[in-house]
């Protein structure tokens, strides 16, 4: 019976240590930019990992009033290329922890 507690504790310790390293690998994700771009990097945009935008540069010389959904197209093209390049990451940093489990 005590073989099995000792099993037990060594798993609970390789758990601890694998929630540890999973708050740690978030972390850093959260931190790290992800930079976006539309067409010729008319429009940029930096997100963290935690998908909060830091930043929206716009070429000058895209700014059109008589053309607005230009650059509305513009500037979505470039959020959501930079959300994808966080999924990515995200589910390369974040997958090997969660692989298998049902969520």
Do not use: H
């Amino acid at each position: 019976m005590m073989r099995g507690m000792g099993n037990m504790q060594g798993m609970m310790k390789q758990v601890q240590k694998m929630q540890k390293e999973m708050v740690q690998a978030q972390d850093k994700l959260n931190e790290t930019e992800f930079t976006g771009a539309a067409t010729n990097d008319l429009v940029k945009v930096v997100f963290t990992g935690n998908r909060r935008m830091k930043d929206l540069q716009i070429n000058e010389g895209v700014v059109d009033p008589e053309d607005t959904e230009m650059l509305q197209d513009l500037v979505i093209m470039a959020v959501n290329d930079a959300l994808a390049k966080i999924d990515v990451e995200t589910e390369k940093t974040m997958g090997k922890y969660t692989k298998g489990l049902p969520f």
